[in-house]
């Protein structure tokens, strides 16, 4: 029986307005809606009068004017990346030559390379952050303090942001309540993904903001759903192998049916995804013409 994921859909707000979603947290969705960013990448801004702003977005003049519209008066402190996809950080460049905060992030884009074609929106290959952040870090303003956790997988150097006093963790596009997140190699790494799920598991927050889509308020359901999906998704493609559809587009073909095909690549990336992490553990080997089997002892 397939695994159901709680998906959540239903999302209200207005393009170019910076709107209260929570006490503390303000959100401004920038106008980039896509089968990848889902109504487009919702830009947050954490406390009043002297703030931080996750995630600025994609390179939209009217995003971030709309975004110094709202925050007129106030003062941005902080800029933090949650992860190096161009719907995510290019805007940090105009938000910091308005305010000239520094930005927080793991490290500049990793994996593959800048002409690599994109699935999803592709690599922000000129950020690199003036501050770089690792697991467990903290990053205090005035009335908050943040704490990193490194949570690789979608992208290697893709961080959520906690505030572990109000038990919010901003989940960036790790863990999304719309979709499942697009795992592409090289950057994108299933084992890593699994990991940095399964680390979720072990904290206690009680909320998560994703960029994309609206908050998840049973957060630990939800990742469970999405960790027994993927498990599912590997029986799936093993069984494929048994039956001898041994290439990634045969698989596709044959495990996501109803596929809307501007979504096709993805799929194969992630199929892709699952066959390096079954050949990582030992389960699966790679043959000639770019055909996989299960391992044989
Ligand atoms: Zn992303």
Redesign the pocket.
């Known amino acids: 029986m397939a695994v159901e994921i709680p998906f959540r859909r239903e999302f209200s707000f207005e393009y170019g307005r910076l709107e209260p979603v929570a006490p503390m947290i303000r959100r401004i969705v920038a106008r980039n809606p896509s089968a990848f960013t889902f109504r487009g990448t919702g830009t947050y801004v954490v406390g009043h009068g002297e703030v931080a702003v996750i995630d600025p977005g994609p390179d939209l003049a009217d995003h971030v004017e709309a975004l110094l519209t709202g925050l007129a008066g106030e003062q941005v402190t902080h800029i933090l990346i949650t992860?190096t996809?161009r719907?995510?950080s290019p805007a940090a460049r105009a938000l910091q030559a308005a305010t000239g905060a520094p930005t927080f992030g793991f490290g500049p884009h990793a994996g593959g390379n800048r002409g690599d074609p994109a699935v999803?929106?592709g690599g922000d290959w000129d950020f690199v952050p003036d501050r770089t952040v690792s697991d467990g870090d903290r990053i205090a303003g005035k009335r908050w303090v943040f704490e990193a956790v490194h949570t690789p997988g979608?992208?290697s150097n893709h961080l959520c942001f906690a505030l572990p006093e109000s038990g919010i963790l901003f989940s960036?596009?790790h863990v999304m309540g719309w979709s499942t997140s697009?795992i592409a190699p090289p950057d994108g790494d299933m084992a890593a993904y699994m990991a940095s799920l399964d680390k979720l598991l072990g904290r206690p927050d009680a909320v998560y903001w994703p960029t994309h889509g609206p908050a998840i308020t049973e957060p630990q359901d939800h990742v469970r759903a999405f960790i027994a999906h993927r498990r599912e998704r590997e029986a799936g493609i093993l069984e494929c192998l048994r039956t001898d559809v041994e290439r990634i587009d045969a698989i596709v073909e044959r495990l996501y049916t109803g596929l809307q095909p501007g979504l096709r690549r993805a799929a194969g990336r992630s199929v892709h995804a699952h066959l390096i992490d079954l050949v990582g553990r030992g389960i699966v080997e790679s043959g000639a013409d770019a055909h996989y089997r299960v391992r044989r002892n």
């Open positions: 992860h996809h719907d995510h999803e929106e979608h992208t960036g596009d697009v």
